[in-house]
Nanobody, 118 residues
């Protein structure tokens, strides 16, 4: 499985961005879960949101609840992260990831930079 992330950018405080992660490769049909992580300079990578590959059971980091929405588009084979009311503390490199099982290592896409200026 290959994951291709897109959609980052430089925005002002309060703006919106939509990140998209496209899965390709023959094994994507057996994926179990997808997620978006982020890593800010000097900080550890953290799980921002995740969703089952069937589009159910979304999870959100407390600090993004009500502002971020993760979704699966089966037709496009993408996992999107809609981010609204962005804050400076949301600035980070965002990574999409997927796994084929609850105890299987994450497969990583490349990062996409999100910078929110205050």
């Amino acid at each position: 499985v290959q994951l291709q992330a897109s959609g980052g950018g430089l925005v002002q405080d309060g703006a919106s961005l939509r990140l998209s992660c496209e899965a390709s490769g023959r094994a994507y049909i057996s994926l179990y879960k997808a997620a978006w992580f982020r890593q800010a300079p000097g900080k550890e990578r953290e799980l921002v949101a995740s969703i089952a590959w069937n589009g159910r059971n979304p999870y959100y980091l407390d600090s993004v609840k009500g502002r971020f929405t993760i979704s699966r588009d089966g037709a496009k084979n993408t996992v999107d992260l809609q981010m609204v009311n962005l804050k400076a503390e949301d600035s980070a490199v965002y990574y999409c990831a997927a796994t084929s099982g609850s105890h299987t290592p994450w497969i990583w896409g490349q990062g996409t930079q999100v910078t929110v200026s205050s």
